[in-house]
């Protein structure tokens, strides 16, 4: 097993998390042998750790020792590192954002076509336990044909980091943790979208949004809501999802939640009325115990191999990527409808 040498390029947060935490996973099949990052701190950083610190993306690009390189630098500068990488003959592996706009990415696939070289971005989020249990939930149809899905993360810490407050360098929300949300939605939803609402927060004060709704509405009738706040001080659940059959909630990435789904009995008695405030309803009285069962999650397992074992795949072995360079584009043109649309309102 030939093992593919990387070099990261941006030893950041991400950078560092990718070096000592992702690719150890996968350590039979990529390495990381050296980064490159502008700052002389954390560079030194790198020399701590034993790898090979290089004193400018131009000394990457010329060791032949360096078969790809990982891009985890502030979004505004993914689209000329690619290119450049890829012109040096280095397979990429991109963090998301993958570029500032489609058109961008579009730069970048044109030189990855020229060059035959793999391009691939890091849509990590497909791999996150309670996604693969929302995914098997829909796909099997366990509370019956999904017709509604609710996808929020929130917090209330503002937005992160110093450069995510500028717009120069892509930051904001909506192409922080939107970009995963978003990209979760259209993987998980196979069908075209029919309609988009959204709206932006500025509530920070800052010239990036610091959150965002959008309600998208897809062509087969599935209809969702994504959110992304940073002003929460309590939280909604991670995941909301209801079908014709019961309805699932994940609170939190801890996969607490439950789902209840009708039991599809025919002997169980009505609902009987309620108090409710200074009135009485029937029609939001629980159901009886006999309608509905608790049910458990199934297990969070993907059916899919983990991202860099994927990408070794796709560079020895010609496999097929998890993430296509056409559903990173399709995430693209969707946030750049909701800039468009919010800029109009």
Request: with cysteine; charged share 25%.
């Amino acid at each position: 097993m030939s093992i593919i040498n990387f070099a990261v390029i941006g030893y950041g947060g991400m950078g560092s998390y990718h070096t000592h935490h992702l690719m150890p996973i996968e350590q039979d099949r990529v390495r990381v042998v050296g980064t490159y990052d502008i700052s002389g701190e954390r560079r030194q950083i790198s020399k701590d750790k034993g790898l090979q610190a290089y004193e400018s993306l131009e000394d990457v690009l010329k060791d032949d020792n360096i078969e790809a390189i990982l891009i985890a630098t502030p979004n505004d500068s993914h689209k000329e590192i690619a290119i450049q990488a890829l012109r040096a003959g280095k397979h990429v592996v991109c963090e998301k954002p993958v570029a500032m706009s489609t058109q961008e990415l579009d730069d970048i696939l044109a030189v990855a076509e020229e060059t035959g070289k793999v391009f691939m971005v890091h849509q990590n989020r497909r791999w996150d336990p309670d996604f693969l249990i929302i995914r098997e939930l829909y796909q099997k149809k366990i509370i019956g044909s999904v017709f509604q899905i609710e996808s929020r993360v929130q917090g209330a810490n503002g937005i992160p980091g110093d450069w995510r407050h500028l717009q120069q360098h892509g930051g904001g929300m909506l192409l922080d943790w939107g970009v995963h949300l978003l990209d979760q939605l259209l993987w998980l939803v196979d069908s075209p979208i029919k309609s988009v609402q959204a709206d932006l927060s500025f509530i920070l004060g800052d010239e990036v949004d610091d959150g965002f709704m959008s309600y998208i509405t897809f062509e087969n009738g599935v209809r969702a809501l994504v959110e992304v706040g940073t002003t929460n001080y309590t939280k909604l659940p991670r995941w909301y999802v209801k079908g014709l059959e019961g309805t699932a909630k994940i609170d939190d990435w801890d996969l607490s939640g439950e789902i209840i789904a009708a039991t599809g009995r025919k002997d169980v008695q009505a609902p009987a009325p309620i108090q409710a405030g200074v009135g009485l309803t029937k029609t939001m009285a629980p159901p009886s115990e006999e309608a509905t069962e608790k049910l458990s999650f199934p297990a969070p397992k993907a059916d899919y191999s983990p991202f860099y074992q994927n990408f070794y795949e796709v560079v020895r072995e010609g496999a097929e990527p998890i993430v296509k360079n056409q559903e990173v584009r399709k995430v693209m043109q969707l946030i750049e409808q909701i800039f468009s649309i919010t800029q109009k309102g």
